[in-house]
C-alpha cells in the first residue's frame, strides 16, 4: 500500500523538464579582453525555455542571436530562448549564443568556465543545469 501511494504522489508530480547540454565550449581571450562567446547545443525533454545564465567567471552573462538586418548582421540581447521538445538548438558564432560580459579574468585554451543555466518550463517553474566550459582557442569555429 505505501509503494502504491508513493507511486500515485509521483505520478501527480509535474515532470521537471530535462536539458542536455552537448559539446559547450567557451572562446579563450586575449589580455585586456573583458567579453567572450559561449556556444552549446541544447536539447530540452519539452517545451522550455532558457530564461537567465550566470557564471562566476563574468560579471553578467547575456543570450544573444545575430541575424542578418537590411543586410547587416546584428547582435542583440534576447530576453528568452525557447527549446522546443525533442529539437536541438545550436548555440554557435554567428547565430545564438551567450556573451560573458566584465569577465574577472583572462580565459586560456584549457580552462573550465562553469555556467549556470536557468530554465523554465511551461507551468513557469525554474530549474538549474550547472555545466563547465571548456575554453577553446580564439580562432576555434565549434
Known amino acids: 500500500m505505501k509503494k502504491l501511494l508513493s507511486l500515485l504522489l509521483m505520478a501527480a508530480l509535474p515532470a521537471l523538464a530535462q536539458v542536455t547540454v552537448g559539446e559547450p565550449w567557451v572562446r579563450a581571450t586575449v589580455a585586456a579582453q573583458k567579453a567572450t562567446g559561449a556556444f552549446m547545443t ?62 574577472k579574468q583572462p580565459l586560456k585554451d584549457g580552462d573550465k568556465v562553469p555556467l549556470t543555466l536557468e530554465i523554465e518550463d511551461a507551468q513557469k517553474v525554474r530549474s538549474k543545469v550547472v555545466i563547465d566550459a571548456p575554453v577553446k582557442p580564439l580562432n576555434a569555429a565549434h
Open 42 to 103: 541544447l536539447t530540452s525533454t519539452q517545451n522550455t525555455k532558457l530564461v537567465g545564465v550566470s557564471s562566476p567567471a563574468a560579471g553578467v552573462v547575456e543570450v544573444h542571436e545575430m541575424k542578418m538586418d537590411n543586410d547587416m548582421m546584428r547582435m542583440r540581447q534576447i530576453p528568452s530562448l525557447d527549446l522546443p521538445a525533442g529539437k536541438p538548438v545550436k548555440l554557435a558564432p554567428g547565430g545564438y549564443h551567450l556573451m560573458l560580459l566584465d569577465l
